[in-house]
C-alpha cells in the first residue's frame, strides 16, 4: 500500500522561508515523477514544480520561479521543496504527488499525500 507523506508546513513572515519534505512509503520516488501542487483559500488547486525521474529535470510555474526548488533524495526516498523569500499570496495547502506521465495537470498524478498547510503573514 501506498503513502504519500507531506511534513514542513507552518506559519512564517513575508520573506521567510520553509522547506516542505514529502516522504514515500510502498513506492519508490526515483520512478516516478514528482510534484508539488497547492490549493490557496477560495482557489481551485495549481501545480508549482516538478521533477522527472531518472534525470531530475524540473520544472515550475511562472510565480515561483526563481524562489522556490524542487529536489529529492533517492537515499531517503523523499522530495523536497524548499520555498524562499515567500509571499502572502504563497498561503496555502500543499500537496506531494507522484506520478508517471509528469505533466502540470493533476490527474497525470496517481499517488497523492494529504497536505500541509503553508500560511504567510504580511
Known amino acids: 500500500q501506498v503513502h504519500v507523506v507531506e511534513s514542513g508546513g507552518g506559519l512564517v513572515q513575508a520573506g521567510g522561508s520553509l522547506r516542505l519534505s514529502c516522504a514515500a512509503f510502498?513506492?519508490?520516488?526515483?520512478?516516478?515523477?514528482a510534484a508539488w501542487f497547492r490549493q490557496g483559500p477560495g482557489k481551485e488547486r495549481e501545480f508549482v514544480a516538478r521533477?522527472?525521474?531518472?534525470?531530475?529535470?524540473?520544472y515550475y510555474t511562472d510565480s515561483v520561479k526563481g524562489r522556490f526548488t524542487i529536489s529529492r533524495d533517492n537515499g531517503k526516498n523523499t522530495v523536497y521543496l524548499q520555498m524562499n523569500s515567500l509571499k502572502p499570496e504563497d498561503t496555502a495547502i500543499y500537496y506531494c504527488?507522484?506520478?508517471?506521465?509528469?505533466?502540470?495537470?493533476?490527474?497525470?498524478?496517481?499517488?497523492w499525500g494529504q497536505g500541509t498547510q503553508v500560511t504567510v503573514s504580511s
Open positions: 510502498g513506492l519508490t520516488f526515483n520512478n516516478y515523477n
Open positions: 504527488a507522484a506520478g508517471s506521465t509528469g505533466g502540470t495537470s493533476d490527474y497525470e498524478y496517481a499517488y
Open positions: 521533477i522527472r525521474w531518472g534525470g531530475g529535470s524540473t
